[in-house]
């Protein structure tokens, strides 16, 4: 690959990259977790309002819509139960905790329950077993495996009393409760933030001082508050801006998403392109960087920062002409694909394998084989040789 980024364009992308808020740095014990509701970060408010994206308005919302005294003032008399410390669960209630929400956790006894009181929960007093949890919560964070969510739902369900709150992270048991069998009762407000990002994402931009994208959405309004309390509390979790969608829409988009260019395609593109260059007599190293290397720590983030035709025009005409003229073919190539995965996601065909496949009891150790294969495979194996090389991981293992 001939791509040549100009060096002003990747002065100015490392500029734009740093963080322009006062950050505060990742909590690494107990002590620092414990203190951490007095160390919240400076962060930039911006507005409810209406913008033009790509030629359709959409409104959005941000932080001035919801300042800190008012999140407080609208969960004074709440406890807000988060069940599941995974990666969702963790990152939203460690935000909220550090805004000075009443929060509890939910989680089973293990592994997870372990990390939870390293990092500060203490049972009894602000963890408990999950059915304890929901019982105590008003508002009831359901960030459960979706495999989870449907096991224990018959026993959840009669706890959530009208006037308490069931909150989503995802459309998942919603949308397809023909599978899950979830229907939530009346009398409770059903709500969904989904930010748009893993949970140690969630954590780490508002460690920083920033924010998560998030969409939002009312499935059930029996309080008349709905919409208010779950914009509120999507700030709380660390949305820097959320935008309104549905559970249908949410849960659609993202399993479409994460099976496509976000994390499916996208191994499926580079396994492609690494095998035809190391076919063609490449080696490893050289195969990996004009995969992988070069598009995650060069050419990526210029589009994060000012979108494709940027990086397109900051680098070489050579490389220019090249991906124009391709990107055509790969998209005519592709996007059958991308037709019938949409298909598959709308159908409940995606919905029903995950289910299947993530409630059978050897479900973990299937999973680690089938990561095993991708982390032993010869391109991941020279990327972790190649990550070593970088100036910033010099002496690290």
């Not at 995965?341 to 993530?358: F, H, I, P």
Request: include cysteine; aromatic fraction near 10%; charged fraction near 25%.
């Amino acid at each position: 690959m001939s791509f040549r980024v100009f060096t002003t364009a990747l002065r100015r992308a490392a500029t734009m990259a740093r963080p322009t808020m006062a950050s505060v740095a990742r909590p690494t014990a107990r002590s620092s977790l414990m203190k951490a509701a007095t160390a919240i970060p400076s962060i930039q408010s911006r507005g409810m309002k209406t913008l033009d994206f790509g030629g359709t308005k959409e409104t959005v919302y941000e932080r001035a819509d919801v300042p800190k005294e008012k999140l407080l003032e609208t969960f004074k008399n709440d406890t807000i139960a988060v069940l599941g410390y995974g990666p969702q669960g963790r990152g939203q209630a460690l935000n909220l905790r550090d805004n000075g929400v009443n929060v509890i956790i939910g989680q089973r006894e293990g592994k997870t329950y372990e990390q939870a009181i390293e990092e500060g929960w203490v049972p009894g007093k602000n963890l408990f077993p999950v059915l304890d949890a929901v019982d105590k919560g008003t508002v009831v964070m359901n960030l459960l495996s979706d495999a989870y969510q449907t096991e224990i739902w018959p026993q959840m369900k009669p706890l959530l009393t009208p006037g308490k709150t069931l909150y989503f992270s995802h459309g998942f048991s919603i949308v397809y409760k023909d599978q899950t069998k979830i229907e939530p009762p009346e009398g409770v407000d059903v709500v969904l933030v989904a930010p748009k990002g893993s949970g140690f994402t969630v954590r780490r931009l508002f460690q920083e001082g920033r924010g998560i994208n998030s969409s939002f959405a009312v499935y059930q309004d029996a309080s008349g508050r709905a919409k208010d309390r779950t914009v509120a509390l999507g700030i709380g979790i660390g949305s820097g801006y959320m935008y309104e969608t549905t559970f249908e829409k949410e849960v659609y988009s993202d399993l479409f998403g994460e099976r496509g260019v976000l994390m499916g395609a996208i191994q499926g593109l580079f396994q492609a392109q690494y095998e035809v260059l190391r076919a063609n007599g490449h080696s490893p190293s050289e195969a990996f960087n004009e995969t992988v290397e070069e598009a995650t720590q060069s050419l990526y983030p210029l589009i994060g920062e000012r979108g494709m035709d940027w990086m397109y025009s900051n680098c070489s005409t050579t490389a220019m002409r090249g991906a124009l003229d391709w990107w055509r073919p790969f998209h005519d190539a592709s996007k059958p694909v991308f037709e019938k995965l949409y298909k598959s996601v709308k159908d409940g065909s995606e919905t029903a394998r995950s289910l299947d496949r993530n409630s059978q009891p050897d479900y973990r150790e299937k999973l680690q084989e089938e990561l095993r294969e991708i982390r032993e495979s010869e391109i991941w194996r020279t990327g972790k040789t190649v990550r070593q090389l970088r100036p910033e991981n010099s002496g690290k293992n």
